[in-house]
Structures are given as structure tokens and as C-alpha cells.
Nanobody
């Protein structure tokens, strides 16, 4: 079983930046797909970004050009660099892992098996 622990969430003003980290332990080497998701109060969880074992990345339209997902395989860490933050980015952010990436539903939470507890990001205007 893979354990995931997120960190780096904070309260920032609009236009600011944050870097989220996710530390993976356990059978993380068996996972081929990693993602960041977020959930705001009263809203469904949505996919933000995804990276596969070949470092191919994919982003939600709402964060393209502002967020960057990356991974350090040696350290089993996943990152999300968030720039030009907006109030609508306010949410609980979760990292997740999957045995494989699903091309037909690349940012669908249903295809990710392991989840962290989340880290809160709050952006004020």
C-alpha cells in the first residue's frame, strides 16, 4: 500500500505562489501515474494536473500556464508549483497515485487508488 502525505498549503494573496509537496512511501515504485486534485467546499473533487512515469504532464484548463507538476523519483516526491494564484484556486489539495494512467479520463479521480489527507490552500483577493 502506498502512503501519501501532502504539505505546503498556506494562505496567500492573489497573484502569489505556493509549492505543494507530496511524500510517497510504501510500494510507490509500482505506481505509474500521479496526480494533484482539489476540492472546494460544496464542490466535487476535480483533477488539476497529472504526470506519468515518463514525465508526461497534463493540466486542467483552469490551471494551464500557472501550475507545474513535477516529480523526484529518487525521493518519491511529487510537487505542484502554483503561480499567479487566484481566489478560485482556494481548495483542499490532494495528491493521488494510480497503477496506470487512463488516457480516456486523464484527470478523473475514480482511476486513482491511493490518496493523501490533503493540504489547504487559501487565496485571498
Amino acid at each position: 500500500q502506498v502512503q501519501l502525505v501532502e504539505s505546503g498549503g498556506d494562505s496567500v494573496q492573489a497573484g502569489g505562489s505556493l509549492r505543494l509537496s507530496c511524500a510517497a512511501s510504501g510500494y510507490s515504485a509500482s505506481r505509474r501515474c500521479w496526480g494533484w486534485f482539489r476540492q472546494a467546499p460544496g464542490k466535487e473533487r476535480e483533477g488539476v494536473a497529472r504526470i506519468d512515469s515518463a514525465d508526461h504532464t497534463l493540466y486542467a484548463d483552469s490551471v494551464k500556464g500557472r501550475f507545474t507538476i513535477s516529480q523526484d523519483k529518487a525521493k518519491s516526491n511529487l510537487y505542484l508549483q502554483m503561480n499567479s494564484l487566484k481566489p478560485e484556486d482556494t481548495a483542499m489539495y490532494y495528491c493521488a497515485s494510480s497503477y496506470y494512467c487512463v488516457s480516456s479520463a486523464p484527470l478523473s479521480a475514480r482511476y486513482f487508488q491511493s490518496w493523501g489527507q490533503g493540504t489547504q490552500v487559501t487565496v485571498s483577493s
